[in-house]
């Protein structure tokens, strides 16, 4: 793709999200929606492969409902109360309507047909934007409508994302939707808590964008997209692949690596709200995750050599560790085991 087409790209996408975090009204926000999915098309389907057009497709034609449908849900709120003000969302319907076009656009069961399509179809640069950076405005208008939201759908949504992000990661032999699984199953996890504690959603969504960078820039430098390819990666750099090992442990939610901090105060938190079987739900249903990741993380460790001169080719070309995967892996692993020495420091 063009420099300068790419830098306009990435601009308008930059733009789209900060239009919607930062706006009150909901055509302010709705506006930032659209550019953001105009934006990110021509990044999807920049390969020109069948795949990555249908790709294309598939997202557009969902988000496009989705956006319509955040419309609506802010019409027939103002219609009802007068108020175009993002947090002045009161009306029962809207809250519904609301609730279901967030969940289509992030991908949250049962609207995540979509999601593993589209990462599958799209480069693993555009699928780290995918899975971070577009999920960034519609939990924003989650955590600002929080207070209006039905607790009894956002929880059945998320119980329902855990179980399936789970379940159907298990028999994927494609990284890439390997990783769309694992994503819709930590979305379970920011749906369930973020009307009792929206901070913890937003911390539990940074921590997952931070690990996720990690993993999808560690791959993208090793050209790994089916976990055949990810055996031979011992041939590549034997440093980025020991990290890449212990950042899908993280992923996992292993203690004492940093991605048990959320779980930990998810489980807490739900637990002082006197949803007991909740979180016991959310922890059993994370075992199913936590086995694929287990299988991810084994495929790292077996050194298995290249079977074929391409893959020869491929790992002679093999680029040095990255400095931006260095910090962003150090922080995935070790943040949670040093925070006590931070906060005494503090």
Known sequence: MNPQAKLIFMTSLLLGTTITISSNHWIMA?????????AVLPLISKSHHPRSVEAATKYFLTQAAASALVLFSSMTNAWHTGQ??????????????LTSAIAMKLGLVPFHFWFPEVLQGSPLSTGLLLST????????????????????????????????????????????????????????????????????????FYLYTMMTA???????????????????????????????????????????????????????????????????????????SLFFYLRLAYCTTITLPPHTTNHMKQWRTGKPTNVLIAI?????????PISPLILALV
């Open 214 to 288: 990690t993993v999808f820039l560690t791959l993208n430098s090793m050209k790994v997209l089916k976990l055949s390819t990810l055996m031979t990666a011992w041939t590549k750099v034997p440093s980025l692949n020991a990290m890449l090992l212990l950042t899908l442990l993280s992923l996992a939610g292993l203690p004492p690596l940093t991605g048990f901090l959320p779980k930990w105060l998810i489980i807490q938190e739900l637990t002082k709200q006197e949803m007991i079987t909740t979180a016991t739900l959310m922890a059993l249903l994370s075992l199913l």
């Open 84 to 97: 175009w003000d993002i947090t002045q969302l009161s009306h029962p319907t809207s809250g519904l309507i």
């Open 133 to 204: 950076i577009m999920k960034l405005p519609p939990i924003t208008l989650l955590y600002m409508t929080s207070p209006s939201l039905n607790p009894t759908l956002l929880t059945i949504l998320a119980l329902l994302s855990t179980a399936l992000g789970g379940w159907m990661g298990l028999n994927q032999t494609q990284v890439r939707k390997i990783l769309a699984f694992s994503s819709i199953s930590h979305l379970g996890w920011m749906a369930i808590i973020i009307i009792y504690n929206p901070k913890l959603t937003l911390l539990n």
């Open 30 to 38: 709705w506006a930032g929606l659209e550019i953001n999915t105009l």
């Open 328 to 336: 962003l892996a150090t922080m995935s692993i070790t943040l949670l």
